[in-house]
Structures are given as structure tokens and as C-alpha cells.
């Protein structure tokens, strides 16, 4: 539906380095569009995916569990969760206080990897796929 | 409550209401294209879009509704606030930044990315309607029941009125200013609702001398439970059925959350991937911030108030938060209070308007009937007209519903959204063999067992606090229908899909894949 990308490929300019790189033309189809299917199975792609999951799938994991675990113990472990901890505050209040400090750690954890090691391989992979628009 | 109160309230609020309309109509001078009207032009910064993000979110529910539940049920009530934080990360991680990156305007045009464009279009339309529609009767109806104590006016007719006003007045919103004046009043509002709940808790807490066990130890001298409200169990503790109920709810928070349409709309207000991020993480704050504070008032409210004289209050559960206003700051602090709440309904119906009319432009006037070759023009003003339609239906559910359970009804959408949405959208992002059958048994299975559920439930008839309390046609024993519905959900799309004979598309998958993760073909940077 969107077609942000002019419809005819240029010849490379020199003094680009990216568009030196011997393989770039095989990530852009005859119409100068993106060739999908080819940036999916290329390595600098592969590698994205790779470092996305190995953050995105420990950090889910860890925030289910540590939430469900916190809902079960408060339906089928009051008497646990109102242990006294300091003073009135119990141990389920200062377990759902620590529902959210983790949000938070989790969050900034996420924006800190994310600056520093997915978006400068999202630009590896977009500098593969770049046609000359900027010129354009 | 005097007449002076009524005044002052009137007066805060016919200020804040003049300010923003002249607001809206300021940032909304050229606003002609679909781009504009849905989504601002996606010229929000992401901080901007953040505090817009939480201002969409943060509900007259979320307010009135959670200090409420605190204030009476202490515990229990609590379960609110956690779930709707901690719900932030599924948004933060698995949903914004490929939302961003593969749609345009609405959830649609995620869906259907890589399936068949009319039937998904058509579904995602029809859910995000009635989703939309069952949110915005929570909010039309809280604002009737809120009237009764914040304007002092306890006749049905005079809350049927006044829920005409606030309807009017967001519609209004909505045709000035499109997304980008709904955007502004959402960031006012949010700063608004921000500032004035922080210096609450700040003063509150300040006056138990910064202890809050002291606070707690006072807070169970006046509430009739005694310690108990500081444990799990005061609601949901009664029976094995009612702490499954108490689970159902948990899950509905945590998997509603990132799926209703209306947060999922806001992430095109923003020009890229990364500004999408940085608007979650912003959004996140502010709302454990926010939920961080709802503990302290809501417990406040129990200390200084009292449980019993907020049951007893015309607003029930809802008045804690103004009455333990009054009781610290008197007649102002409780002007700003209502304000703050009023603005917040406002704001919020504001968002769900815009964002039902642009599913219906959208996805079913532009691309089913139109077959994507609608003039955007017109496709505008479709979604104004939509606009003014749904308007008038949720001024007609509002008052309907007025003087029900507002965050328990808020709760029910959050179930809808999370079955009919949430299974979709993860499918299409990360199974390859997901395809259009799938889509559309999930979405409408969900939907459909959703639905039904809540209209067999207690919620509906067979007891005392439900709609038809004389009937009693509930035969499924939960309140909140989440456990059942949105596992069957996940079951639905993934039967459909592998008993489909059509397979996935896997260039478009490749596509979308490779788009979500990165932006390219978005034209996006």
C-alpha cells in the first residue's frame, strides 16, 4: 500500500560506502524495491532477529512468571503473603510494590540494549536495502 | 457538599473545557488529510506521545475507580494497579515498534498485512467497535455516576444531561482537532491527572510523617475488616470459584492492556520504530508513578475518610479519591479533583471516538467497500460522520448504564481486547504458517465467546449487583471471562490455521518480518 520507494534504481554513487558493498543489489528486486525474501535469510538480518530474541524472550519469560507467581500466592497463599515484613507493610505489598520497580528495571533494560544493540544493526540491515532515495 | 462547591466545580471545569476546545482548534488549522486526522501527520515526538499514551490510558476507571477499590477493599484493589503497569512491558517489547513499522492508521492494517485484506479489515473493524463501544459505556456511565457527587445533581434526568454535555463536547474534540487535538488534550490531561495525584500522596504521606506502616496501622483501625484489608482475600478470598475469578481478572489486565485499540493507535502518532519505543517507555513511567501513588490514596482515603463514609457516599466506591480531596484541602483541592476527573473522562471518550471512527473509515468504508481506492477526502469525512454516530451511541449506552461498576465494566473491555486481539496480533508477528482462516477464527472466536460469556456471567443477571438483578440466566460462574476466552482465543487461531488448506503467504510474510523489525518499506527512518 505504501510505495516510499522510488520505483527505479539508480546507479550507486561513489563515495557512499554502503553502496560499495559487493551484495547490496542482491537485497533490491529489478524494480529497485526491497527483495524481502532475500534480506529474511541474510546474515546481517539473522543476526538482528538473534540479538532481539536473546533479549526479548528471557525478559518476557522472567515478567510472566514473576506476575503469575505473585497472582497465585495472593489467591492460594494469603496466609504467606500477609507475613509481616517492616512494621504493617506485609510481604504482599511489598511484593506487588516490587511488581512495578521491575517494570521499570525491565523497561529502562530494554532501552538501553535496544540503543546500543539493536538499532545500529537495524541501520546494517536498512544500509543493505538502501536504495538512493536520499539523493532522489 | 454545598452549592458553592457546585460552583467552584463548574467553574474549574468550564475553564478547562474552554481551554482545550481553543487549544484543539488552534493545533488543528490544517487539518485535511487522512494522515493528519488519524494520526497527527506522526509528527509527535516521542515524550509528547508518551504522556498522550498514559493520558489515553489512565482512565476515569484508573483514577476514581482503583482508589475506590483500595479505599474499600485495600488488597484486592491493589491487584488493579500492578496489572496495569506491569502490562506496559508486552506493549513495550512484542507490539509498538512492529506496529510502528508494518501499519499506517489503524490495527487493521497490521492484521492484514499478510492475509486477505477485506475479511480481516472487516474483522479488526468489528472488534475494535465493540470494544470501543464497551469501553466508552464504562466511561459515559462513570461520568453520570460522578455527577451525583462532584455537581451535586442526584436526578436521573439532570446525569442524563450532563452525559449528553461531556458526549457532545468530545465529539466536538474529535471533528476540530482530529488526532492531533485529541493528542493535546490527552498530554494536558495527563500532566494534570499526574501533578495532582503525586502532590496528594507527597502531602498524605507527609501527614503520617512519612511512614506509611503508620499510615497502614490507621488506615486498618477504620476500615470494619480490620487487618485483613491488607492481605489478599477480601474479595476474591471467599470461595475456589471466586479466586479463579480473581486469576481471570489478573490475566485480562496484563494481556488487555496492549492490545486495546486505542493505546495501539497511538503508536502511528510518532514518526518511527524508536520514538514508538521512547513513547512506551515514557507511558511506562508515567503509569507506575501514577499506580505507585493510587496506593497511597487509595489507603489515605481509608485512613482519613473512613471505609464507611465512602460506601455510603452518592458515588460509592468511586467518590474515594474526591471525598479524601475535601477532606485535606477543602472546596478547592476538591474543584481541582473533579476537574482532573472530568477532564479525564473527556479526554479519554475523546480518544476512543476517534479511534472507532478511523477503524470504520479505515479499514471498512476505504477498504472493503471501497476496495483501497476510496479519495482520502472522503474517507474523512466518513470518519466524522462515524464520529458523530458514535457519539450518539455512547451517549444513549451511557446513560443507559448509568450508576454501574465502572472499573469493573472497564475490566470486561480489557477481557474483550485481549481475546479478540491479542492472539492475532502476536500470530501474524511471530508464527510464518499464520494465515487468514486463523485470523479470522481467533478474532472472531474470541470475540463471539467473549461476548457471550459476559452475558451469561453474573456481571449480567442473578444477583444483586448485576444489570437485570430479578433474571437469572448465569450459567457461567465468572465475573471476568478472561481464563476461558482468551486461551480459547490462542486454540481458535491456531486450528483454524492448520485446518486451513490455504497456506501462508511467505513473500508477504517475508515482508512483514523483515519490515517489523526494521522499517524497511515503511518509508519510514
Given at each position: 500500500m505504501?510505495?516510499?520507494?522510488?520505483s527505479?534504481s539508480?546507479p550507486a554513487?561513489?563515495?557512499?560506502?554502503?553502496f560499495?558493498?559487493?551484495?547490496?543489489s542482491?537485497?533490491?528486486d529489478g524494480?529497485?524495491?526491497?527483495d524481502f525474501?532475500a534480506i529474511q535469510?541474510?546474515?546481517e538480518f539473522?543476526a538482528?532477529?538473534?540479538?532481539?530474541?536473546?533479549f526479548?524472550?528471557?525478559?518476557t519469560?522472567?515478567f510472566?512468571t514473576w506476575y503469575?507467581?505473585?497472582?497465585l500466592l495472593?489467591?492460594?497463599?494469603a496466609?504467606?503473603?500477609?507475613?509481616?515484613?517492616f512494621?504493617?507493610v506485609n510481604?504482599?505489598?511489598?511484593m506487588?510494590?516490587l511488581?512495578i520497580v521491575?517494570?521499570?528495571v525491565?523497561t529502562?533494560?530494554?532501552a538501553?540494549y535496544s540503543?546500543?544493540?539493536l538499532?545500529?544493526?537495524?541501520e546494517?540491515?536498512?544500509?543493505l536495502?538502501e536504495?538512493?532515495e536520499?539523493l532522489? | 457538599?454545598t452549592?458553592?462547591?457546585?460552583?467552584i466545580?463548574l467553574?474549574?471545569?468550564?475553564?478547562?473545557?474552554?481551554?482545550?476546545l481553543?487549544?484543539?482548534?488552534?493545533a488543528?488549522?490544517?487539518?485535511v488529510?487522512?494522515?493528519?486526522?488519524?494520526?497527527?501527520?506522526?509528527s509527535?515526538?516521542g515524550?509528547q506521545?508518551?504522556i498522550?499514551l498514559?493520558?489515553?490510558?489512565?482512565?476515569a476507571?484508573s483514577f476514581l475507580?482503583?482508589?475506590g477499590?483500595?479505599a474499600v477493599?485495600?488488597?484486592?484493589g491493589f491487584?488493579y494497579s500492578?496489572?496495569?503497569v506491569v502490562?506496559w512491558l508486552?506493549?513495550?517489547?512484542?507490539?509498538?515498534?512492529?506496529?510502528?513499522?508494518?501499519?499506517?492508521?489503524?490495527?487493521?492494517d497490521?492484521?492484514a498485512?499478510r492475509?486477505?485484506q477485506?475479511p480481516v479489515?472487516?474483522?479488526?473493524a468489528?472488534a475494535?467497535?465493540v470494544?470501543s463501544?464497551?469501553?466508552m459505556i464504562?466511561?459515559m456511565?462513570?461520568a453520570?455516576?460522578?455527577m451525583?457527587l462532584l455537581?451535586d445533581?442526584?436526578s436521573?434526568v439532570?446525569?442524563a444531561i450532563?452525559?449528553a454535555?461531556?458526549?457532545?463536547?468530545?465529539v466536538?474534540?474529535?471533528?476540530?482537532?482530529?488526532?492531533?487535538g485529541?493528542?493535546?488534550?490527552q498530554?494536558?490531561?495527563a500532566?494534570m491527572l499526574?501533578?495532582c495525584?503525586?502532590?496528594?500522596?507527597?502531602f498524605?504521606?507527609?501527614k503520617?510523617?512519612?511512614d506509611?506502616?503508620?499510615?497502614?496501622?490507621r488506615?486498618?483501625q477504620?476500615s470494619?475488616?480490620g487487618?485483613?484489608?491488607?492481605?489478599?482475600?477480601v474479595?476474591?478470598?471467599?470461595s475456589g470459584?471466586s479466586?479463579?475469578?480473581?486469576i481471570?481478572l489478573a490475566?485480562?489486565?496484563?494481556?488487555?492492556t496492549?492490545?486495546?485499540?486505542?493505546v495501539?493507535m497511538r503508536f502511528?502518532?510518532?514518526?518511527n520504530?524508536r520514538?514508538?519505543?521512547?513513547?512506551?517507555?515514557?507511558?511506562t513511567?508515567?503509569v507506575?508513578?501514577?499506580?505507585?501513588c493510587?496506593l497511597?490514596?487509595?489507603?489515605g482515603?481509608m485512613a482519613?475518610?473512613?471505609?464507611?463514609?465512602?460506601?455510603g457516599a452518592p458515588?460509592g466506591e468511586?467518590s474515594?479519591?474526591p471525598?479524601?480531596?475535601f477532606?485535606v484541602?477543602?472546596?478547592?483541592?476538591l474543584?481541582?479533583?473533579c476537574?482532573v476527573a472530568?477532564?479525564?473522562?473527556?479526554?479519554?471518550v475523546?480518544g476512543l471516538t476517534?479511534t472507532a471512527?478511523?477503524?470504520?473509515a479505515h479499514d471498512v468504508?476505504a477498504?472493503?467497500?471501497?476496495?483501497?481506492?476510496?479519495?482520502p477526502?472522503?474517507?474523512?469525512?466518513v470518519?466524522?460522520i462515524?464520529?458523530v454516530c458514535?457519539?450518539?451511541?455512547?451517549i444513549?449506552?451511557?446513560?443507559a448504564?448509568?450508576?454501574?461498576?465502572v472499573?469493573?465494566?472497564?475490566a470486561?473491555?480489557?477481557?474483550?481486547?485481549a481475546s479478540a486481539?491479542?492472539?492475532?496480533?502476536?500470530?501474524?508477528?511471530?508464527?510464518k504458517?499464520?494465515?487468514t482462516r486463523?485470523?479470522?477464527?481467533?478474532m472472531?472466536g474470541?470475540?463471539?465467546s467473549?461476548?457471550?460469556l459476559i452475558a451469561?456471567s453474573?456481571a449480567?443477571?442473578?444477583?444483586?449487583?448485576s444489570?437485570f438483578?430479578?433474571?437469572?440466566?448465569a450459567f457461567?460462574?465468572l465475573?471476568?471471562?478472561?481464563?476461558v476466552?482468551?486461551?480459547?482465543?490462542?486454540l481458535a487461531g491456531?486450528?483454524?490455521?492448520?485446518l486451513s488448506k490455504?497456506p501462508a503467504?511467505p513473500?508477504?510474510?517475508a515482508?512483514m518480518e523483515?519490515?517489523?523489525?526494521t522499517?524497511?518499506g515503511?518509508?519510514?527512518r
Amino acid at each position: 500500500m505504501t510505495k516510499a520507494l522510488p520505483s527505479v534504481s539508480r546507479p550507486a554513487t561513489p563515495g557512499f560506502a554502503t553502496f560499495a558493498e559487493p551484495h547490496h543489489s542482491l537485497l533490491i528486486d529489478g524494480d529497485g524495491e526491497p527483495d524481502f525474501g532475500a534480506i529474511q535469510t541474510n546474515e546481517e538480518f539473522l543476526a538482528l532477529k538473534r540479538r532481539v530474541t536473546r533479549f526479548i524472550l528471557p525478559a518476557t519469560l522472567l515478567f510472566l512468571t514473576w506476575y503469575v507467581t505473585f497472582v497465585l500466592l495472593s489467591a492460594y497463599a494469603a496466609d504467606f503473603m500477609r507475613t509481616p515484613l517492616f512494621g504493617t507493610v506485609n510481604v504482599g505489598l511489598t511484593m506487588g510494590f516490587l511488581q512495578i520497580v521491575t517494570t521499570i528495571v525491565i523497561t529502562m533494560a530494554y532501552a538501553r540494549y535496544s540503543k546500543r544493540r539493536l538499532d545500529p544493526q537495524v541501520e546494517k540491515v536498512r544500509a543493505l536495502a538502501e536504495t538512493d532515495e536520499e539523493l532522489a | 457538599m454545598t452549592g458553592a462547591n457546585t460552583a467552584i466545580n463548574l467553574s474549574v471545569f468550564g475553564i478547562f473545557v474552554l481551554l482545550t476546545l481553543y487549544i484543539v482548534y488552534r493545533a488543528s488549522t490544517r487539518n485535511v488529510s487522512a494522515s493528519d486526522y488519524y494520526a497527527a501527520g506522526s509528527s509527535f515526538t516521542g515524550t509528547q506521545n508518551g504522556i498522550a499514551l498514559s493520558g489515553d490510558f489512565l482512565s476515569a476507571a484508573s483514577f476514581l475507580g482503583i482508589s475506590g477499590a483500595i479505599a474499600v477493599n485495600g488488597y484486592d484493589g491493589f491487584m488493579y494497579s500492578i496489572g496495569w503497569v506491569v502490562a506496559w512491558l508486552i506493549g513495550l517489547m512484542l507490539i509498538s515498534e512492529r506496529l510502528r513499522n508494518t501499519g499506517r492508521f489503524t490495527m487493521g492494517d497490521v492484521m492484514a498485512f499478510r492475509m486477505r485484506q477485506r475479511p480481516v479489515r472487516a474483522a479488526a473493524a468489528n472488534a475494535t467497535l465493540v470494544i470501543s463501544i464497551f469501553y466508552m459505556i464504562a466511561q459515559m456511565a462513570g461520568a453520570g455516576g460522578l455527577m451525583a457527587l462532584l455537581l451535586d445533581v442526584h436526578s436521573k434526568v439532570g446525569q442524563a444531561i450532563i452525559i449528553a454535555v461531556v458526549g457532545i463536547v468530545m465529539v466536538l474534540y474529535v471533528l476540530v482537532g482530529g488526532m492531533k487535538g485529541t493528542t493535546w488534550v490527552q498530554i494536558i490531561k495527563a500532566v494534570m491527572l499526574i501533578l495532582c495525584v503525586s502532590l496528594m500522596t507527597i502531602f498524605l504521606i507527609g501527614k503520617f510523617g512519612f511512614d506509611f506502616s503508620a499510615m497502614l496501622d490507621r488506615a486498618t483501625q477504620k476500615s470494619p475488616l480490620g487487618e485483613a484489608v491488607l492481605s489478599p482475600g477480601v474479595k476474591y478470598g471467599a470461595s475456589g470459584l471466586s479466586k479463579i475469578d480473581f486469576i481471570s481478572l489478573a490475566l485480562a489486565l496484563l494481556l488487555g492492556t496492549a492490545s486495546l485499540p486505542h493505546v495501539l493507535m497511538r503508536f502511528y502518532t510518532v514518526p518511527n520504530a524508536r520514538e514508538a519505543r521512547r513513547s512506551v517507555v515514557w507511558a511506562t513511567w508515567m503509569v507506575a508513578i501514577f499506580y505507585s501513588c493510587t496506593l497511597v490514596i487509595g489507603f489515605g482515603a481509608m485512613a482519613l475518610v473512613g471505609t464507611d463514609k465512602i460506601t455510603g457516599a452518592p458515588g460509592g466506591e468511586n467518590s474515594a479519591a474526591p471525598l479524601l480531596a475535601f477532606q485535606v484541602g477543602g472546596t478547592v483541592l476538591l474543584g481541582i479533583v473533579c476537574a482532573v476527573a472530568f477532564a479525564t473522562i473527556l479526554a479519554v471518550v475523546a480518544g476512543l471516538t476517534l479511534t472507532a471512527s478511523a477503524s470504520f473509515a479505515h479499514d471498512v468504508y476505504a477498504n472493503v467497500i471501497k476496495h483501497g481506492e476510496a479519495d482520502p477526502r472522503d474517507e474523512v469525512r466518513v470518519a466524522r460522520i462515524t464520529a458523530v454516530c458514535v457519539g450518539v451511541l455512547a451517549i444513549a449506552g451511557g446513560i443507559a448504564a448509568n450508576g454501574q461498576n465502572v472499573a469493573f465494566l472497564v475490566a470486561l473491555a480489557f477481557a474483550l481486547a485481549a481475546s479478540a486481539n491479542l492472539p492475532t496480533l502476536l500470530y501474524s508477528m511471530f508464527w510464518k504458517r499464520f494465515n487468514t482462516r486463523g485470523t479470522l477464527w481467533s478474532m472472531y472466536g474470541g470475540l463471539t465467546s467473549c461476548v457471550l460469556l459476559i452475558a451469561f456471567s453474573p456481571a449480567i443477571s442473578g444477583s444483586k449487583s448485576s444489570v437485570f438483578p430479578d433474571a437469572d440466566f448465569a450459567f457461567f460462574p465468572l465475573s471476568n471471562p478472561g481464563i476461558v476466552a482468551i486461551p480459547l482465543s490462542f486454540l481458535a487461531g491456531f486450528l483454524g490455521t492448520i485446518l486451513s488448506k490455504e497456506p501462508a503467504d511467505p513473500a508477504k510474510q517475508a515482508e512483514m518480518e523483515v519490515r517489523g523489525l526494521t522499517g524497511i518499506g515503511s518509508g519510514l527512518r
